[in-house]
């Protein structure tokens, strides 16, 4: 059953708009949210994190916003550039196979067309 | 380069064959951690060190994996009699907690077929 669910594979942006990537998760432990990006034949990419105690982190043009009532959290990008182009994954920390660990989400891959 | 460096970076092998790969964290992190992913999946967890100890293990690692980290340093994971099941990209990440802040930062992983 997966905990972390990404349930659009794909989307695509003009470049200047918002991206907006959007992910659920169904256990309420889970204590901290992370957003990585990964580019083909490289590793994931830390992007940005928020804890459970916060609703919105924002870093340059990448905002991650969490509601915990609704175990949604989204990653807004603005503007939207094509190097953004990329799989986005979400993950968050809790018990998961029986242990303490990082879980991941399937991916979103972002087009952002110049 | 300090990031994490991880080899070979493609492996193909028979099934049936034990195969080995190495990861290389980044210097001072004293935590490694080793994910399988698999294609159009996210990475999964399989299991952590906080130095060369292994302190937690997925039920996704079968007793055909074992991995260890010798001396607190770089880890190897070994796949034993490997199957066609197995073929993935193995990812190993690193990471040194601050407070309740922990980021891991990967490697370029090892993309294993087995044929």
């Known amino acids: 059953d997966q905990q972390v669910k990404q349930n659009s594979p794909s989307l695509s942006v003009q470049e200047g708009r918002i991206s907006i990537l959007n992910c659920d998760y169904t256990?309420?432990?889970?204590?901290?949210f992370l957003w990585y990006k990964k580019y083909p034949a490289e590793g994931p990419t830390f992007l940005i994190s928020?804890?459970?105690?916060?609703d919105k982190n924002e870093d340059g043009r990448f905002t991650v916003f969490l509601n915990k009532s609704a175990k949604h959290l989204s990653l807004h990008i603005v503007p939207s550039q094509p190097g953004d182009s990329a799989v986005y994954f979400c993950a968050a920390w809790g018990f998961g196979a029986g242990s303490y660990q990082l879980t991941f989400g399937k991916g979103t891959k972002l087009s952002v067309i110049p | 380069d300090t990031g994490v460096s991880q080899d070979p970076r493609h492996k193909i092998t028979k099934r049936g064959q034990n195969v080995t790969f190495r990861c290389d964290p980044i210097?001072?992190?004293?935590?490694l951690y080793w994910y399988r992913q698999t294609l159009g999946q996210g990475p999964e967890f399989l299991t952590y060190?906080?130095?060369?100890?292994?302190?937690?293990k997925s039920r996704l690692l079968s007793d055909r994996f074992s991995a260890e980290r010798p001396k607190g340093s770089f880890s190897t994971l070994e796949i034993q009699r490997t199957e066609q099941g197995d073929s993935a990209m193995y990812l190993c990440?690193?990471?040194?907690?601050?407070?309740?802040?922990?980021?891991?930062?990967f490697g370029p992983g090892t993309r294993l077929l087995v044929l």
């Open positions: 210097s001072e992190h004293n935590r």
């Open positions: 256990n309420s432990m889970f204590d901290y």
């Open positions: 990440a690193s990471s040194s907690r601050a407070g309740v802040v922990e980021t891991q930062y």
């Open positions: 928020i804890s459970s105690i916060k």
């Open positions: 060190f906080q130095n060369e100890a292994q302190l937690e």
